[in-house]
């Protein structure tokens, strides 16, 4: 059983909940550039001295929402891997969560955050550490997963393979966000036939080869 949270526990979370989504929705409206902390505050209504509370400066605002985004998807994407292997096999499963991350990718907010505002905001370095933080571990799960079960040959589940996929993952989170709306479907397809066909090139390779 959880313990009870105390109502200034509930509302600190809430008040950063609130600074959190109110950020995000004037990041991706106006820019990380161009949004004050003033303007956050005021959208969040709280003060600015809630926002420094929490968040030591507007960097740390837009970290903490990168976090937060990739976090709740990398659960989603792990979760639905889990399920779909369960149910037809770790292929179709990683196949799944190729797909799951496609969708997270094709989302408005998660693509303008994650691929557009946050290397502007935090530095090259800083975005990819983070996301490798949040990326790098369920992509080595489901590859692991693949070796476990004979899906792939286990000699190919090294650092390199997670890192290769990891970039190949960035890539193709770049172009979904660089592409305009009516493009995004094109896009989308010819991305998850190229993984299909990565995916498939493992497996012709033959369990424990």
């Known amino acids: 059983m959880e313990p009870v949270k105390s109502r200034r526990t ?10 959190l989504d109110s950020a995000a929705e004037l990041f991706i409206r106006r820019g990380y550039p161009k949004t004050s902390l003033d303007e956050v505050a005021a959208a969040a209504r709280v003060t600015k001295g809630a926002i420094y509370h929490h968040f030591s400066n507007k960097a740390a605002l837009m970290k903490a929402l990168i976090e937060r985004l990739e976090q709740r998807g990398n659960d989603r994407i792990r979760q639905t891997f889990l399920q779909v292997r369960e149910e037809h096999g770790a ?4 196949l799944a969560a190729i797909d799951a991350f496609l ?36 992509i080595e799960e489901i590859l692991r997963v693949l070796a476990d079960d004979g899906v792939i ?10 890192s290769v996929v990891f970039g190949m993952l960035g890539t193709a989170g770049q172009e979904m966000a660089g592409a305009g ?29």
Do not use: K
Not at 91 to 94: E, H, I, L, S
């Open 10 to 19: 509930e509302y600190t979370e809430t008040t950063r909940d609130a600074v």
């Open 91 to 94: 292929a179709a499963g990683a």
């Open 103 to 138: 969708d997270q990718c094709a989302e408005p907010v998660y693509s303008g955050l994650v691929f557009r505002e946050a290397p502007l905001a935090l530095g090259w370095q800083e975005w990819r550490a983070c996301e490798e933080r949040y990326a790098v571990a369920v």
């Open 153 to 162: 040959p286990r000699p190919l589940m090294t650092p390199t393979l997670v």
């Open 181 to 209: 709306e009516a493009d995004r479907p094109r896009v989308r397809s010819e991305l998850q036939a190229t993984f299909g066909a990565l995916l498939s090139g493992l497996l012709t390779a033959g369990p424990g080869a």
